[in-house]
């Protein structure tokens, strides 16, 4: 579990294909490392991802052909860069929300503009999102735990402040970019649980 409090931005240093998989090579750049170890997780772009080698400068990760498949990691090029935040410990303090991890599908930045000293955002979710997307509600974007400002149908409008587009890769985001989103996790779990008995036939 992560808060969507982005610690670092990183960059990929490497992309190889194998098998149908994907094996990246994360530089982490500003993230302190000393507390990692093999099999700990990572958010990467708001996916976790699972550390299987650490070479020093960052970490190795593998991804399946399941999270290619609902993630923007394929659009990834080396030098990309990334938002990083290491798994949440019983200390961290819980700055955002509760983020799995797990990407729920991909959006689209639609327009950006200033807004005083901030920028706002209009991005559009995937329409089978949009019904758990909520005026003042959370949402991750990229891994950054954000508010929502405004609803109209999938499209949600975003206020960002100068430090979160300073210390996150917001700030590189224009019409047409394509970004990860997790959507607020009880609203998934409050949605099945309304099914009541007849969740086990749907």
Known sequence: MFTGIVEAVGEVASCEEKGGDLRLRIKTNDLDMSDIALGDSISTNGVC????????????????????????????????????????????????????????????????????????????????????????????????????????????????????LEKTVMDTYKAGTRVNLEVDLIARYLERLLQGDGAADA
């Open 49 to 164: 991802l699972t550390v299987v080698e650490l070479p020093g400068d960052g970490y190795v990760a593998d991804v399946s052909a399941e999270t290619l498949s609902l993630t923007t990691v394929g659009d990834w090029g080396v030098g990309a860069k990334v938002n990083l935040e290491k798994a949440l410990t019983p200390q961290t303090r819980m700055g955002g929300h509760m983020v799995s991890g797990h990407v729920d599908g991909i959006g689209e930045v639609v327009s950006r503009h200033p807004d005083a000293r901030s920028e706002r955002f209009r991005l559009r979710a995937p329409r089978e999102l949009a019904k758990y997307i909520a005026h003042k509600g959370s949402i991750t974007v990229d891994g950054t735990s954000l508010t929502v400002n405004k609803v109209e149908g999938a499209e949600f409008e975003l206020n960002i402040v100068p430090h979160t």
